[in-house]
Structures are given as C-alpha cells and as structure tokens.
C-alpha cells in the first residue's frame, strides 16, 4: 500500500468498498494488506468523518414526495409523518401530534405571544409538549370555548393551564361563548373593555397553532361532539357549503368562509386575521380532514403544516 498519506489510504479503501462495493477480501488483495487491517481502515475512515453513512426507512421517498406535492401547491413548509397501514387513527393522531410539539419548540422564542385554537388535537398535541420555561411567554385563546351547558370554559382552562405549566407563560383566557346566539349580542361583546383587551392581545400574536375541524372525523373533534352545534347549526352549515372549520370558523371547500350564516355569530379569528400573524402552524391527522384542511389551505391560514402521510395522500387526491 503506498497512496502517500493515512488519510489517502483510508479514504481510497472506503471508496473501493461503499463506492465500487468490492470486498474486505478484494480490497485487502488490491492494497497488499490482511481483511483485519481494511476492516479497522473503514472504521477509522468513519470515524474520520470520511464516510457518512444516511439511513433512509421505508417510504421514504413516498413521504418526500407528499411533502413535495403539497409544498409546491400550496406554497407551504410541509412535515409529512410516516405511518404504517396498520396504524389506526388515534395512533396517527399521537405521532403527528408528537411531531407538530417538537416543531412548535423549536419555533418557540423568549417573548413570543402565542395564539392557542382549542380542541381535540391541540389538547394532544400539548400533552405531547416538552415541558421547559420560555422567557416573556404569552398565551393567548384564539376562540371562545363557553357552549350552552357553560361546560366548555372548564375543558378550555384546563387545556390552557397545561400549556402554561408547560413553559411557565402567562395565559389570557377569552371567556365567551364559542358561538353566540344573535350576531347583534357578539358585536356588543366586542364592545366591552375587558373583551378588546383580550382581542388586542389575539392582533398581537406572533405564532398561532391549530387544526382543522371535520363533521365526520374519525378521532371526533371536540366542536362536533360537545353541544356547541344544534341540529339547526347544523343544517345552516350544510346549507351554507361549510366543510369543516378552522378556530371554530366554517369554510367552503374553495376556503371562502364570510358570508357563512354562523360566522357572524361565532368568536374565533378569521382566515383573514390569521393571515397577518407571522408563523400559522396547522396540525392535522386523519383522512376525513382532507377536505377541510385543502379548505384552510385554500384560505392561506398555514405557514407550516405537520399532517400523517395517509392525510397527505387523500388530501392531494381530491378534485
């Protein structure tokens, strides 16, 4: 063996047997060295930072290709989550929710004021949280949660205080019903002091998280299931086109959501309000929330998306 230097030596073996896939055997009868020589060379040329070796799991490059899709639609950043076909809903919703609170960490900055849209996935999703203290943190409710049993402000403060104790943040909670019974009743709401300066805080939202609500979503969301719709609500919506919703407002499937008849009574931030807020990470997990999530997509709510690959795929298969 005679290739100048120990760092040359090595890197030609690695070469010859990741590269040309020769043998220890091949290599060692090249270089005139023993098997054992060339098996401690290629991992000294590992250690070296000479070889990097990349694992990639099974559909992986199904997984890309998703995120890729959706991405180059949508104008988006994607995380799509790899998922087995054996895997049901719920585990689904736990890995994409575990992948959605490691990015949200990792977006989480000292004096952030974040906008909170409760509900069944947001409730996992911070339980999912890794718990540290985050500096001049504010929390902030995007959306009235009070349903006609007054049940809901007990279910939202819980959510809310488990994210405080997450990152030691100050939380400002807005206390009104998710849907109001006449519109004139939300606009004198809108009136009150202590409602604007709850409101103000929502405008000053640098990072907001939420999901997409379905009608008929296989892990139910917490709108549909917990007396917050009547029959009536209901039939309006459909009446209206309304596939799902976004912080408790109903979107068509083309993302219009203003002149639906129950937006003028509901208390969530508008597509049009979200827009303005600088990072928009949705998290979404189950097929049947394809169709409302192309809706929010559709509205430009999401800067960032985190969703399974089996929602992927039934997302980019709609027409």
């Given at each position: 063996?005679?290739l100048?230097?120990?760092?040359?030596a090595?890197y030609?073996?690695?070469?010859?047997?990741?590269?040309?896939?020769?043998?220890?055997?091949?290599?060692?009868?090249?270089?005139?060295?023993?098997r054992?020589?060339?098996?401690?060379?290629l991992?000294?040329?590992?250690?070296?930072?000479?070889?990097?070796?990349?694992?990639?799991?099974p559909g992986?490059?199904?997984?890309?290709e998703?995120?890729r899709?959706?991405?180059?639609r949508?104008g988006v950043?994607?995380?799509?989550?790899?998922?087995?076909?054996?895997?049901?809903?719920?585990?689904?919703?736990?890995v994409v929710?575990?992948?959605g609170?490691?990015?949200?960490d990792e977006?989480?900055?000292?004096?952030?004021t974040?906008?909170?849209?409760w509900?069944?996935t947001?409730?996992?999703?911070?339980?999912?949280?890794?718990?540290?203290p985050?500096?001049?943190?504010?929390i902030?409710?995007?959306?009235?949660a009070?349903?006609?049993?007054?049940?809901?402000?007990?279910y939202?403060?819980?959510?809310l205080?488990?994210a405080?104790?997450?990152?030691?943040?100050?939380?400002?909670q807005f206390p009104?019903?998710?849907f109001?019974?006449?519109?004139e009743?939300?606009?004198?709401?809108w009136r009150e002091r202590?409602?604007?300066?709850?409101?103000?805080?929502?405008?000053?939202t640098?990072?907001?998280?939420?999901?997409?609500g379905?009608?008929?979503a296989?892990?139910?969301s917490?709108?549909?299931?917990?007396n917050?719709?009547?029959?009536a609500?209901?039939?309006?919506?459909?009446?209206?086109g309304?596939?799902?919703d976004?912080c408790?407002?109903f979107l068509r499937?083309?993302?219009s959501?203003?002149?639906?008849?129950?937006?003028?009574?509901?208390?969530?931030?508008?597509?049009?309000?979200?827009?303005?807020i600088?990072?928009?990470?949705l998290v979404a997990?189950g097929?049947?929330?394809?169709?409302p999530?192309?809706?929010a997509?559709r509205?430009g709510?999401a800067?960032d998306?985190v969703?399974?690959e089996?929602?992927?795929?039934?997302l980019?298969?709609?027409?």
């Amino acid at each position: 063996m005679n290739l100048g230097s120990r760092p040359a030596a090595l890197y030609e073996a690695a070469r010859m047997y990741y590269d040309d896939g020769l043998t220890m055997e091949s290599i060692a009868s090249t270089l005139k060295v023993s098997r054992s020589t060339v098996s401690r060379m290629l991992r000294e040329a590992r250690a070296a930072g000479l070889v990097t070796i990349t694992l990639r799991p099974p559909g992986a490059h199904r997984v890309e290709e998703l995120r890729r899709r959706i991405a180059s639609r949508y104008g988006v950043r994607v995380h799509v989550v790899a998922t087995g076909p054996e895997d049901g809903e719920r585990e689904r919703l736990q890995v994409v929710v575990e992948r959605g609170a490691a990015l949200l960490d990792e977006m989480l900055e000292p004096g952030t004021t974040l906008g909170l849209a409760w509900g069944t996935t947001l409730a996992a999703l911070l339980a999912a949280i890794r718990p540290r203290p985050v500096p001049g943190l504010r929390i902030v409710q995007l959306n009235g949660a009070i349903n006609v049993e007054g049940s809901g402000l007990t279910y939202v403060s819980t959510v809310l205080a488990r994210a405080a104790n997450r990152w030691d943040a100050a939380v400002h909670q807005f206390p009104v019903p998710a849907f109001f019974d006449y519109a004139e009743t939300r606009e004198a709401m809108w009136r009150e002091r202590s409602v604007q300066r709850v409101r103000e805080t929502q405008h000053q939202t640098t990072l907001a998280v939420f999901s997409v609500g379905a009608f008929d979503a296989e892990v139910p969301s917490h709108l549909y299931t917990h007396n917050y719709l009547t029959p009536a609500d209901l039939q309006s919506l459909r009446a209206d086109g309304a596939v799902g919703d976004v912080c408790t407002v109903f979107l068509r499937a083309d993302g219009s959501f203003r002149d639906i008849t129950m937006n003028a009574r509901g208390s969530g931030v508008s597509p049009d309000q979200l827009t303005r807020i600088p990072r928009r990470l949705l998290v979404a997990s189950g097929s049947r929330k394809a169709l409302p999530l192309r809706a929010a997509l559709r509205a430009g709510v999401a800067t960032d998306v985190v969703v399974d690959e089996i929602t992927a795929a039934s997302l980019l298969a709609l027409r």
